[in-house]
């Protein structure tokens, strides 16, 4: 909810959890890059996204290799997922993204399945 | 043995067992001193309040002391004989909180009880009080420190009561029975040296006038009764202690209430005989007291002159072993002893009383559980601190605190007559035998006079003493007794909401998905994640948090490494916490079905000694506690022995019986593991 006035502005702020802070700014970073957001995805559509990974799976070893992480933009979450790979170089928990690809809605969840991604520095 | 250990075992003694608990009761001459003590040693204090407060009239107001000490002694007389009859018919010990309960209701018990724990406290408070002042007599470097003294006898009587009643009962009775022997022997002694050798006796005090206060001046009207209430109710301290034999009635030997009956029966006798003995000898040697806050003072010739005085127990002494001194320090020191023994009345009521009303509810429970030496430790404890801060805040002054004081015990008194007349009335409703019919027609009409007598008392005692302190004891008694009613209520409806209905019992939860914690890999961690995996959950994860890149990296390389069969799951933590981002983990688990269960387990270090445990386990007990307030989260700690426990698990072995209750050595709850036993992992 957009307020114009800057004192309510400023007392909402004032108010607001460190969560809704966090994810303030990182939908304001997703707006600069021209990125989608998160929660305005539907199914089948192909999106660019920024955020970050908030919790990255490590398969065991016997089953398929299957890289897994969530993906968090401070809208929504989605979880990538990279076929035939155990780990890949940079993809860690914390590490900031920007990624593309086909987004399908498998059990109510949002996925992405082997998107292109790019490390963002820092 | 650790030093804590043995300074307990120094102090209380070495435990006893359950089956010992017969081993605690207690024979007629051994229970007499133990619940008799407080009774009796009122006799040291109660002809001194009648006197100084008969002082506020100046000289002629000593002129009623002997009609006050007879009114005294005649509600004695009532207040036994009615006890008589409750010790027969309530012999389970519960006094007048089980007679009030069962004829009035558990208002009417909870108010009984109220008063008397009130009374309990303060029993303590001016017993002690009052034998610091009598101890000034011997000690004079006492004078000035009378609270801190009174404080740390009252820690010693504590620690005495810790030991157990029985012990207290053979340390107790000697001077108890010193104390009777003296003072009737003084009595005894005085009488026959002023009547049989026609001596003339002078008590230290008897050269004195005294002026009173203005408004007792003339001797007529409102201010001769306001007067004669005030002094009659500071007499009437001679009574408290009575109702200890009735609560006291399962501490006897068989026949417990006849014993018990008896007991009390002697008691009454005793106290009567004492508390006449020294009003007679006070009357007869002119023996003076004033009040210790200035309202009257002593005159020699007219003149106003300031004289430190002695109890009249003091006075007495002196006067009459004048020419025998060991008969005064004989009577002195005995009744020393015996007003810190009284407060051992206390010591043995409290803690019954309040395992009672644990029981009932209406107190902690742990007030209810016996301590290593059978007594009710917690109400010995709870005592003691309550009495100690009286002492302190009032320092050790008897006249201050017997303001306080009565009007618990007459509350009681009063109660549990009325109480008792319903009992007889309910009883003879149904009873067919003409004789029996007589026996409670006779019991009826003794509790009816007491009711009216002690009812009678206690309207004076409140009207005359209530702007003088006693509305402190109503503010307490009310406060405890909306505390008690609050904690009842608590338990009341903790019980209903955790009471098992038709339905819920038997709903399994649908699934359970075991989330292990993981801060490193190591033994503990696998220990977890082998049980996790035996537990066979419906989905099984393992969670670490990455609050360090390289810490994280090598966690992640080392569990591939070992090629658990559990997925890892790295979250990030951009504010370098732990606790915010697994929660948030565990809670996102949680919202998909309300009927999942997560079971979050977490490897525990167990740690030989109380630093170590600074230096472990934080976050799992951080996460713990908080895990706790969240709906069908189950927290399993999975224990890890490390080396050092073994320090931890001897001192358990060594405590096997006590380590369950005492918090501190409580770490490591398992005694019988054998010593050598050496970790399979």
């Given at each position: 909810?957009?307020?114009?006035?800057?004192?309510?502005?400023?007392?909402?702020?004032?108010?607001?959890?460190?969560?809704?802070?966090?994810?303030?700014?990182?939908?304001?970073?997703?707006?600069?890059?021209?990125?989608?957001?998160?929660?305005?995805?539907?199914?089948?559509?192909?999106?660019?996204?920024?955020?970050?990974?908030?919790?990255?799976?490590?398969?065991?070893?016997?089953?398929?290799?299957?890289?897994?992480?969530?993906?968090?933009?401070?809208?929504?979450?989605?979880?990538?997922?990279?076929?035939?790979?155990?780990s890949i170089p940079g993809i860690t928990a914390g590490r900031e993204l920007i990624v593309s690809g086909r987004v399908s809605y498998v059990d109510g969840q949002r996925r992405l399945y082997n998107p292109l991604y790019e490390l963002v520095a820092g | 043995m650790n030093a804590t250990d043995f300074m307990k075992r120094l102090l209380v003694g070495r435990k006893l067992s359950s089956a010992?608990?017969?081993?605690?009761?207690?024979?007629?001459?051994?229970?007499?001193?133990?619940?008799?003590?407080?009774?009796?040693?009122?006799?040291?204090?109660?002809?001194?309040?009648?006197?100084?407060?008969?002082?506020?009239?100046?000289?002629?107001?000593?002129?009623?002391?002997?009609?006050?000490?007879?009114?005294?002694?005649?509600?004695?007389f009532i207040v036994v004989l009615s006890y008589r009859q409750t010790v027969h018919a309530y012999p389970s010990g519960g006094g007048d909180y089980e007679v009030a309960t069962v004829n009035l209701g558990p208002s009417a018990g909870l108010t009984v009880a109220s008063a008397l724990l009130v009374?309990?406290?303060?029993?303590?408070?001016?017993?002690?009080?009052?034998?610091?002042?009598?101890?000034?007599?011997?000690?004079?470097?006492?004078?000035?420190?009378?609270?801190?003294?009174?404080?740390?006898?009252?820690?010693?009587?504590?620690?005495?009561?810790?030991r157990g009643v029985r012990e207290s009962g053979s340390v107790f009775a000697i001077p108890t029975y010193g104390f009777m022997i003296g003072v009737l022997g003084m009595t005894v002694w005085g009488l026959f040296r002023i009547f049989g050798l026609n001596?003339?006796?002078?008590?230290?005090?008897?050269?004195?006038?005294?002026?009173?206060?203005?408004?007792?001046?003339?001797?007529?009207?409102?201010?001769?009764?306001?007067?004669?209430?005030?002094?009659?109710?500071?007499?009437?301290?001679?009574?408290?202690?009575?109702?200890?034999?009735?609560?006291?009635?399962?501490?006897?030997?068989?026949?417990?209430?006849?014993?018990?009956?008896?007991?009390?029966?002697?008691?009454?006798?005793?106290?009567?005989?004492?508390?006449?003995?020294?009003?007679?000898?006070?009357?007869?040697?002119?023996?003076?007291?004033?009040?210790?806050?200035?309202?009257?003072?002593?005159?020699?010739?007219?003149?106003?002159?300031?004289?430190?005085?002695?109890?009249?127990?003091?006075?007495?002494?002196?006067?009459?072993?004048?020419?025998?001194?060991?008969?005064?320090?004989?009577?002195?020191?005995?009744?020393?002893?015996?007003?810190?023994?009284?407060?051992?009345?206390?010591?043995?009521?409290?803690?019954?009383?309040?395992?009672i009303l644990a029981k009932d509810g209406f107190l902690p429970r742990a007030l209810h559980t016996r301590g290593d030496r059978l007594a009710f430790s917690n109400g010995i404890l709870m005592l003691a601190m309550?009495?100690?801060?009286?002492?302190?805040?009032?320092?050790?002054?008897?006249?201050?605190?017997?303001?306080?004081?009565?009007?618990?015990?007459?509350?009681?008194?009063?109660?549990?007559?009325?109480?008792?007349?319903?009992?007889?009335?309910?009883?003879?409703?149904?009873?067919?035998?003409?004789?029996?019919?007589?026996?409670?027609?006779?019991?009826?009409?003794?509790?009816?006079?007491?009711?009216?007598?002690?009812?009678?008392?206690?309207?004076?005692?409140?009207?005359?003493?209530?702007?003088?302190?006693?509305?402190?004891?109503?503010?307490?008694?009310?406060?405890?007794f909306m505390l008690m009613r609050g904690i009842r209520n608590h338990y009341t409806k903790v019980a209903r909401e955790t009471a098992v209905g038709p339905m819920d019992a038997r709903l399994l939860p649908s699934r359970v998905r075991a989330v292990i914690m993981v801060q490193e890999v190591n033994k503990p961690t696998m220990r977890a994640v082998n049980f996790a995996r035996a537990t066979r959950a419906s989905s099984i994860e393992a969670v670490t948090v990455s609050i360090d890149d390289a810490e994280t990296r090598a966690t992640v390389a080392s569990w591939d490494a070992q090629d658990l069969e559990v997925p890892l799951k790295v979250i990030a933590s951009p504010y370098r916490e732990v606790t915010g981002p697994f929660l948030n983990y565990v809670k996102g688990l949680r919202s998909d079905n309300p009927r999942d269960v997560v079971c979050v387990y977490i490897p525990e270090y167990i740690v030989g000694h109380w630093w170590e445990q600074l230096l472990h386990n934080q976050t799992g007990l951080i996460l713990k506690t908080r895990l706790n307030f969240m709906q069908g989260v189950m927290v399993t700690s999975v224990p890890y022995q490390l080396a050092s426990s073994q320090y931890a698990i001897d001192r358990a072995q060594r405590n096997v019986a006590a380590a369950w209750r005492r918090p501190g050595t409580g770490q490591v709850r398992m005694g019988d593991r054998p010593r050598d036993t050496t970790e399979p992992e």
């Open positions: 909810m957009a307020n114009t006035n800057p004192v309510l502005r400023a007392l909402r702020r004032f108010g607001a959890s460190n969560a809704e802070l966090e994810s303030a700014a990182r939908q304001k970073v997703v707006e600069s890059t021209g990125a989608s957001l998160i929660a305005d995805l539907s199914d089948r559509q192909s999106a660019k996204l920024r955020g970050t990974i908030t919790v990255l799976t490590m398969k065991p070893r016997s089953g398929t290799p299957w890289l897994e992480a969530e993906f968090n933009d401070g809208s929504g979450t989605v979880t990538l997922i990279w076929m035939g790979r155990r | 010992q608990l017969g081993e605690t009761l207690l024979p007629k001459r051994i229970a007499l001193p133990v619940f008799a003590s407080d009774a009796l040693s009122s006799v040291a204090y109660a002809p001194d309040e009648i006197l100084l407060t008969l002082s506020l009239a100046g000289i002629a107001g000593f002129a009623f002391s002997w009609q006050i000490a007879l009114a005294v002694a005649v509600v004695m009374d309990y406290v303060l029993t303590v408070a001016v017993s002690v009080s009052s034998g610091v002042q009598n101890a000034k007599a011997i000690f004079p470097f006492i004078a000035g420190y009378e609270g801190v003294w009174a404080a740390g006898l009252i820690l010693l009587l504590m620690a005495m009561n810790l001596e003339h006796l002078q008590a230290p005090t008897a050269g004195y006038g005294v002026i009173g206060a203005p408004f007792y001046d003339d001797l007529t009207g409102i201010a001769l009764m306001v007067l004669v209430a005030r002094s009659f109710s500071s007499g009437c301290a001679a009574l408290t202690g009575v109702e200890a034999i009735s609560n006291g009635v399962p501490a006897f030997r068989e026949p417990k209430s006849k014993n018990a009956a008896t007991t009390l029966a002697l008691l009454g006798g005793i106290a009567i005989t004492m508390l006449g003995g020294i009003v007679a000898l006070a009357n007869l040697t002119g023996l003076k007291l004033i009040d210790p806050d200035g309202h009257s003072v002593f005159t020699q010739n007219g003149v106003e002159v300031h004289v430190e005085h002695e109890t009249a127990m003091g006075q007495l002494a002196r006067t009459i072993f004048d020419t025998f001194p060991f008969g005064f320090y004989f009577v002195i020191a005995m009744t020393m002893i015996i007003l810190f023994l009284a407060a051992n009345t206390a010591f043995n009521g409290f803690p019954v009383l309040g395992s309550a009495a100690i801060a009286l002492v302190l805040i009032y320092n050790a002054s008897v006249t201050a605190l017997i303001q306080l004081y009565v009007v618990g015990v007459f509350v009681s008194f009063t109660i549990s007559q009325f109480g008792m007349m319903l009992h007889w009335t309910r009883h003879l409703k149904t009873e067919k035998d003409p004789k029996a019919r007589a026996t409670m027609m006779r019991s009826r009409v003794i509790n009816a006079i007491g009711l009216t007598g002690t009812g009678l008392v206690l309207v004076i005692v409140l009207a005359a003493k209530f702007i003088y302190g006693a509305y402190l004891a109503v503010i307490a008694m009310a406060a405890i």
